[in-house]
């Protein structure tokens, strides 16, 4: 079965520090992986992902994430936190190849980390 | 905003009402989803559609029936709901070409079952 863990209910930084959101997943084959993040009262914001190539990706906001295949993980980061990026994080894993063999995806989410950047 | 609208943003309704949320994308895609979210739980998907597929999640219960007429249009059709069905109901959609695809998320409608 396809998991995604995010060790982290809450993390917490002040503004200018940088900061790292966890996701650690486990999947049968090669995964496709995702971060999304959503604001109070609104859907999830795409903010970045992982397909192939460089292990490091760069997303919006100045957001970056780095996979690791030996570690299973691909953490968030941003090298300096902004009181605006408080919000509810999400990592997300789908699978080549797609949803039970069709064309159409499946994402599978973590429960969230709620960030909280304190001025 | 994403190019994925939901109405209505928010519904409160009685376990023995019928009503229907209503998706629409304008980002020209041909895959459509509809999932749930509870508090402290993991997103959880319901249905998976194209004009051509339709994939469900088996442990969803048949008192929510998804419609969908054409490519950019979703409907999820609730009746006689339980109080446990109360959530954020989010649809997304994304391009059909396996799970590489970003899925792009609308506003959620704010479920409270009474």
């Known amino acids: 079965a396809q998991s995604v863990a995010q060790p982290e209910d809450q993390v917490n930084v002040a503004e200018g520090n940088p900061l790292t959101v966890k996701c650690t997943y486990s999947?049968?084959?090669?995964?496709?992986l995702f971060w999304y993040v959503q604001y109070p009262n609104r859907g999830l914001q795409f903010l970045l992902k992982?397909?192939?190539?460089?292990?490091l990706v760069k997303g919006s906001y100045g957001f970056e994430a780095e996979f690791n295949k030996s570690q299973t993980s691909f953490h968030l980061k941003k090298p300096s936190a902004l009181v605006s990026d408080s919000a509810l994080y999400f990592c997300?894993?789908?699978?080549?190849?797609?949803?039970?063999?069709?064309?159409?995806?499946?994402?599978?989410f973590g429960r969230g980390t709620q960030l909280t950047v304190w001025p | 905003e994403t190019g994925v609208t939901q109405t209505p943003r928010h519904l409160v309704m009685g376990m023995t009402n019928k009503k229907s949320l209503k998706c629409e994308q304008h980002?020209?895609?041909?895959?459509m989803y509809w999932y749930k979210q509870s508090a402290k739980k993991p997103l959880e998907l319901m249905f998976v559609?194209?004009?051509?597929?339709?994939?469900e999640n088996n442990s969803v219960p048949s008192r929510f029936s998804p419609e969908c007429p054409n490519s950019s249009h979703l409907f999820l059709h609730l009746h006689t709901l339980q109080p446990e069905d109360s959530a954020l109901y989010l649809c997304?959609?994304?391009?059909?070409?396996?799970?590489?695809?970003?899925?792009?998320f609308g506003p959620g409608t704010r479920l409270l079952v009474l």
């Open positions: 997304a959609s994304s391009h059909k070409r396996g799970g590489r695809e970003t899925q792009y």
């Open positions: 999947v049968s084959g090669n995964p496709y």
């Open positions: 992982y397909i192939t190539g460089d292990n």
């Open positions: 997300a894993v789908s699978l080549q190849g797609g949803h039970r063999g069709s064309t159409l995806g499946r994402l599978y």
């Open positions: 980002l020209g895609h041909n895959a």
């Open positions: 559609y194209s004009l051509e597929e339709r994939v």
